[in-house]
């Protein structure tokens, strides 16, 4: 058991991989009180005035208190992040870093611009940890590459990926879940896939081109891998609920 672990861990992709061990490392250092989460919450105050510039990182890495929700969220990350580098980016490990950190600047922007308009600054303000957003962008952005993909929900209805954040905001409004942070990796996801592969398609352009520091960072191999539109894939999301529907298979 611990070497089929460890073998499913070690084949992750560099950046999966990466992620969500500095997100179990952290979460399980606040849970064993190590680090505490006040030193790791976005802060615009702390970052601006004391240049406490590590909150713009750490606010991504806590998914608060281990409990059953820890654990469907690392589900989660491994499996949409993993899915991402290793079909949509496969060979472009430089062009997933860079989506990931156009999550995290738009997300950071979102509230930190958020927190200053009146009325709704308290909701803004209320966001500390942005982790769960990142995610859900992920989630996002794979319903949008892999459209056609055959899911059910606890068996009762089926749908296509498409529609899967969708269902998971519907899900979080029925359990009483706050749907800001779906709403918020929701957005971001949308103005990635927007701005990387329907304005291209529109114009010519590509806004979000990986600068080339970024590229040098990676040792990429240029791999096109063409997926068939109704590749088997499992969406296991969220509290376990949706599937794949062994019927589309």
């Known amino acids: 058991m611990a070497q089929a672990v460890e073998e499913w861990y ?17 979460t399980v250092g606040c849970t064993l009180e190590i680090i505490s989460p ?8 702390l970052v601006v005035q004391h240049y406490e510039i590590w909150r713009l990182v750490t606010n991504f890495l806590y998914f608060r208190k281990m409990d059953l929700d820890f654990l469907f969220h690392m589900f989660f990350l491994a499996r949409y992040c993993k899915l991402l580098e290793e079909n949509s ?9 860079y989506m990931l950190l ?6 950071t922007g979102i509230v930190l611009i958020g927190g200053m308009i009146p009325y ?9 940890f942005l982790s769960n957003s990142l995610t859900f962008m992920m989630v996002y952005v794979w319903s949008k590459h892999n459209p056609f993909i055959h899911m059910s929900f606890l068996g009762l209805f089926t749908f296509t990926a498409a529609y899967l954040p969708w269902v998971l905001l519907g899900f979080s409004i029925l359990v009483g879940s706050s749907t800001w ?18 304005y291209p398609r529109m114009t ?17 191999d240029n791999v096109v891998v063409a997926q068939p539109p109704n590749a088997g894939i499992g969406a ?14």
């Open 10 to 26: 070690r084949q992750m992709p560099i950046i999966t991989r990466s992620y969500l061990t500095a997100a179990v490392v952290t």
């Open 89 to 97: 980016f496969r060979g472009r490990t430089a062009d997933f870093f």
């Open 204 to 220: 010519g352009r590509r806004p979000l081109k990986t600068p080339s520091f970024i590229k040098a960072l990676f040792a990429d």
């Open 181 to 198: 942070v779906d709403l918020l990796g929701m957005i971001a996801g949308h103005m990635y896939y927007f701005l990387e592969d329907v």
């Open 38 to 45: 006040y030193h790791l919450y976005l802060n615009p105050k």
């Open 236 to 249: 296991g999301a969220r509290f376990g609920a949706i599937g794949v529907d062994p019927q589309a298979q």
């Open 120 to 128: 709704i600054s308290e909701t803004f303000a209320r966001i500390l």
């Open 102 to 107: 156009f999550g995290a600047t738009v997300l």
